[in-house]
């Protein structure tokens, strides 16, 4: 299915959307993208639907076509000191900010979100899966949040974050387990079915 280039036509809208929020360790990370009505590619889609490989030849070229685009985090300190939700919509609101371009309106995947931003929003459910720039803004998301995790995975091996890039797999559990957790665990959050089992250095 082809995605809607804009829900109205006539204004400067940036798709914005978060990665990470289910995982067990790392920063959330979100990105705002704003792309041009005639921006066209059929493979964009929302990136949970997309190959590796393809997210990552998407990269280049939506860099490259969008009016602007941002990339932003939010980290595991301030995750488990306002809460994951907090935290995704302050991600959120940081990589709007940093956008080169100040767009009339924004596209938010999900079903709520918060900002001082004073920038009119609609809030879409599965809107990476409806709307070009919100899947763009997914697939910036999620190829720097991997990326990042990957180079973590090297910091602290035995988690398999380079596969699971931080979600609550039976390796990373496992990993937890037999390791205990790492700074970049998130505190806030249940590790392992049992919590007495571990305990933060």
């Known amino acids: 299915m082809k995605l809607l280039p804009y829900l109205e036509a006539d204004r400067l809208e940036a798709g914005c959307d978060e990665v990470g929020r ?47 685009w941002a990339v932003a985090e939010s980290s595991v300190q301030e995750i488990d000191e306002i809460n994951i939700l907090n935290a995704s919509f302050l991600a959120m609101t940081r990589s709007i900010q940093a956008l ?26 599965k809107g990476d899966a409806k709307y070009a720039s919100i899947a763009a803004a997914s697939i910036l998301a999620k190829v720097h949040r991997d990326n990042l995790m990957t180079t973590y995975a090297k910091e602290f091996p035995g988690y398999g974050w380079e596969k699971n890039v931080g979600y609550p797999t039976k390796q990373h559990r496992t990993g937890i387990q037999n390791l205990g957790p790492t700074p970049l665990h998130r505190r806030s959050f249940k590790l392992l079915p049992d919590q007495l089992e571990i305990g933060f250095k």
Do not use: M
């Not at 371009?101 to 809030?123: A, M, Q, T, W, Y």
């Open 22 to 68: 289910g995982c067990l360790c790392g920063p959330v990370v979100a990105a705002a993208v704003i792309l041009p009505n005639d921006f066209a590619h059929a493979l964009i889609n929302d990136s949970k639907k997309l190959s590796k490989s393809n997210r990552e030849s998407l990269v280049d070229e939506i860099k490259e076509k969008a009016i602007a």
């Open 100 to 125: 080169t371009v100040r767009p009339d309106h924004l596209l938010i995947d999900g079903n709520r979100f918060k900002s001082d931003l004073e920038i009119p929003f609609d809030c879409i459910i």
